[in-house]
Nanobody, 125 residues
Framework: QVQLQEMGPGLMKPSQTLSLTCTVN??????????WSWFRQPPGKGLEWMGA???????YYSPSLKSRTSISRDTSKNQFTLQLLSVTPEDTAVYYC?????????????????RGQGTQVTVSS
């Protein structure tokens, strides 16, 4: 079974850059056909797919967040990272990492096989 664990700053101020790391156990993030995504859920709203990185290092982003989002990976640590620029209070959410095999349905939470427990990020001045 694949285990994912998110780590983040918790509390941030507006205009800062959010950096979240997902540590993966149970499979290499370079394993064939695995895709590694970030989702978020603001309070009172639905889940939003933010972007993904493939087993080969290709990245995919939500059009609505593409200008502020970057996903990268550290294969030596079996981790992948989300960076979100210039955060505002509207970026307050629980952030999740997740994984699935094959890119079909990449933006659909329910198509994912394994997910982290989520980490709360609050943006407030």
């Amino acid at each position: 079974q694949v285990q994912l664990q998110e780590m983040g700053p918790g509390l941030m101020k507006p205009s800062q850059t959010l950096s979240l790391t997902c540590t993966v156990n149970g499979v290499s993030i370079t394993s064939y056909y695995y895709y590694w995504s970030w989702f978020r859920q603001p309070p009172g709203k639905g889940l939003e797919w933010m972007g993904a990185i493939s087993y080969g290092g290709l990245t995919y982003y939500s059009p609505s967040l593409k200008s502020r989002t970057s996903i990268s990976r550290d294969t030596s640590k079996n981790q992948f990272t989300l960076q979100l620029l210039s955060v505002t209070p509207e970026d307050t959410a629980v952030y999740y990492c997740a994984t699935k095999k094959a890119p079909r349905g990449i933006s659909s939470w329910y198509s994912y096989d394994d997910r982290g427990q989520g980490t709360q990020v609050t943006v407030s001045s």
